[in-house]
């Protein structure tokens, strides 16, 4: 029986293998792929170019005001950069404008092509790359992005015409060099920070959106991987007319130089949003000319935080005017949010920012003005609205200039003349918002993600598979032929105890099975890759079956009869089935905890803790009846119990053991000895359906927290 037991472990481990090095090759076929002209027409077509247009946007949480009137206009082809020192409200601006969840109170308005769209309608069109690049690493470049168009691209559209678009997308953004390089971690050989980042940007572009908002996309990389990554954006918004928001921190000079719009926030307000060709000359004009040599990104940080003071000759009082824009200027200032290689300048836009700056004054010649660098702190009068007296200067000096009514009248302008495109065929709202992949096809995509993700880490399986086999051959020699005594009993108790303690803490590795993707999935979920219930059956599906069925099915083929349990083929499937349930429940327990506490280090502890409390209720370590009343309740809730309970009857119910005193032989039959112990000879089916109801208890737990709260929270 060994032998027959030790062939059926090592033909089925064949199999697996059969199996994992079919699927490996097969997935990585990454051959011709070919698809026909109209299919190739309608990918190159499907992009509709967009204007971006935001308008007096606010925003409070908890009665503090974290944005203030802030508008702003992109026009496809162009890129505009939100910059801002920490704290200047730069990610919440751009979370509000993605249409992202927040949990304070937003108001405003944002157009896309002067039109009010609805937000399902809107989410089709944008895209949103977190600052935090976060990927399964043992996929490659082209899996990667793959996964994504696959999940989120038209279930209409076919898997040929998906894969070529995610090829397009490579070569648009120049990473179509490293496409079988895997994505990698923290630690082991992988692609570069910048790379990383152009290939969460892929992932977004797949699905062709007209505005792509990106989080801080230099963030952590060197200077010449983020100038890499900007002209990437760049040379995206120009040669493929999309329009590309992102925020950033403080770039070197060389990549502000190729912003066409920014926009300078401090403290939630705008102290510039406009060309970013005219920005010096703006700052120049009210007073605050950037040095010679000096990074004008530096220089406007520094700025918002108070760095940069008029000398006392300087008017520090502002005098509002009563600014009114003629409406041919403003005609021709338009050309300003005009999308072009080059921003141009305009006399009429010039003229209009120095009589503004005039009016603002009380010295007007602000190129004689000096700015110089203030060394010493200062203490700044705090204003009303909580803002010091410099800042409150610099918000009011654009409020009342050229730029900012430029900025509102063409908002103006351009949502009137949407307005007669309403129910037109041009009009945006007119795009019909294509089927997305059923749940069938979601888990499907899903599950060979995971399955792939699991085979190229094959350490886990490996090692619960080698623990399996060699414990149940140190138990089948251990416990070899045990006999049908006292003592028998005593061994086959230790045995089955044993196993439950073996299984139980091998199914703490559930715990990483949602933590390591916690990120990835709330990301995928809110970018809507999935719905949370086909990635969560997929994740049980590929955990339950390699790592919590293999393993007690290994060591029942191996161990069963060396120790020489009780013969039959049905005690052998009822002692499997027990055997099982109770590492599905065991795993159950721990996912659920892994999923509700997202700390690993305290789910761990909890796990650990709730393992040995059921160990303790279980019926060896103490006797179930003798435990205090008030304590008697816990031993429901111990799975361990169930399982003792129902394997000892399983294996004694009609067992006679004999015992050898002074020269007699006692028969003793097996449901005495289970009476004696505090368990009951009629629990065995009971209990089987206590671990099944335990187990989907659990696993019912997991799904619902899933689904309700482990999602964005901004």
């Not at 979601?442 to 995971?450: E, G, P, S, V």
């Not at 990120?519 to 999935?530: P, S």
Request: charged share 15%; aromatic share 10%.
């Amino acid at each position: 029986m060994v032998i027959i037991g030790l062939s059926g472990v090592s033909l089925f481990l064949m199999i697996i293998g059969s199996v994992v090095t079919y699927y490996a090759r097969k997935s990585n076929g990454n051959g011709i792929i070919q698809i026909s002209d109209d299919e190739a027409g309608k990918l190159m077509a499907e992009h509709t170019p967009t204007s971006l247009i935001f308008s007096e946007i606010s925003y409070t949480v908890n009665n503090r005001k974290i944005l203030d009137n802030v508008s702003g206009i992109v026009q496809p082809g162009q890129v505009m950069a939100i910059m801002g020192a920490s704290g200047a409200g730069k990610t919440t601006l751009l979370d509000i404008l993605a249409k992202r969840l927040k949990s304070g109170t937003a108001t405003g308005s944002i157009y896309l092509n002067g039109q009010n769209v609805a937000s399902e309608q809107y989410k089709k069109l944008i895209g949103y790359v977190d600052q935090e690049d976060v990927m399964i690493p043992t996929l490659t470049v082209y899996e990667t992005i793959l996964y994504s168009a696959l999940l989120r691209l038209p279930r209409s559209m076919s898997t040929a015409a998906k894969k070529f678009r995610v090829m397009e997308v490579m070569q648009e953004l120049g990473i179509d060099g490293i496409k079988d390089s895997k994505i990698g971690q923290p630690g082991a050989r992988s692609i570069s920070g910048g790379e990383r980042r152009r290939v969460a940007i892929a992932c977004e572009l797949v699905t062709s959106p007209s505005v792509l908002f990106l989080d801080e996309p230099t963030s952590g990389l060197d200077a010449y991987n983020a100038l890499n990554v900007v002209e990437c954006l760049v040379n995206l918004a120009k040669n493929y007319k999309r329009t590309v928001v992102f925020t950033v921190h403080q770039p070197r000079s060389n990549i502000v130089t190729l912003f066409d719009q920014l926009l300078l926030l401090a403290s939630g307000r705008v102290v510039y949003s406009g060309p970013e060709s005219e920005a010096q000359s703006y700052f120049k004009l009210i007073g605050y000319p950037c040095p010679p040599g000096f990074n004008i990104a530096d220089y406007m940080i520094d700025l918002t935080m108070g760095a940069i003071r008029r000398l006392p000759n300087q008017p520090s009082s502002i005098v509002k005017p009563s600014l009114t824009a003629d409406s041919a200027a403003v005609d021709e200032d338009n050309a300003f949010f005009a999308p072009s290689q080059t921003p141009k300048t305009t006399p009429s836009f010039q003229e209009g920012l120095e009589n503004t700056t005039e009016q603002w004054a009380t010295q007007p010649s602000a190129g004689n003005s000096n700015v110089t660098s203030a060394p010493d702190i200062q203490v700044e009068e705090v204003q009303e609205d909580g803002l010091p007296s410099y800042l409150k200067d610099l918000v009011e000096y654009y409020q009342h200039s050229a730029i900012a009514v430029v900025i509102k009248d063409v908002i103006q302008n351009t949502v009137d003349a949407a307005q007669s495109l309403e129910g037109d065929q041009t009009s945006i709202n007119s795009i019909s918002i294509y089927q997305r992949p059923g749940p069938l096809a979601q888990f499907q995509i899903l599950a060979n993600r995971t399955f792939k993700n699991l085979y190229r880490n094959p350490m886990l399986m490996f090692s619960h598979y080698a623990m399996a086999v060699i414990l149940a051959l140190v138990c089948g020699s251990l416990f070899y032929q045990v006999s049908n005594t006292i003592a028998g009993f005593q061994n086959r108790m230790g045995l089955f105890f044993f196993y439950e303690a073996l299984l139980g803490f091998m199914c703490l590795t559930s715990l990483q099975v949602f933590a390591s993707e916690r990120i990835l999935f709330v990301r995928e979920r809110a970018n809507g890759y999935y719905s949370p219930t086909t990635y969560f059956l997929a994740k049980v599906l590929f955990d339950i079956i390699p790592l919590r069925v293999v393993p007690p099915l290994m060591m029942a083929l191996i161990s069963y009869y060396m120790v020489g349990l009780v013969e039959g083929v049905a005690q052998f499937f009822k002692f499997l089935l027990v055997l099982i349930l109770f590492n599905l429940t065991a795993a159950a327990v721990c996912l659920a905890i892994g999923i509700v506490v997202k700390n690993l280090s305290l789910a761990n502890l909890l796990a650990c803790m709730v393992m040995l409390f059921s160990m303790l209720f279980a019926g060896l370590l103490l006797n179930k009846d003798s435990m205090p009343p008030y304590f008697g309740w816990l031993k429901y809730l111990s799975f361990f119990n169930y399982t003792l309970e129902a394997m000892l009857v399983n294996e004694l119910l009609y067992l006679q053991l004999v015992e050898e005193r002074f020269g007699l032989k006692i028969d003793v039959p097996g449901a005495t000895i289970l009476s004696t112990f505090g368990f009951n000879a009629k629990n065995y089916w009971p209990d089987v359906i206590r671990l099944a109801s335990m187990f989907l208890v659990f696993i019912l737990i997991a799904y619902i927290w899933l689904v309700l709260f482990v999602k964005e929270r901004r």
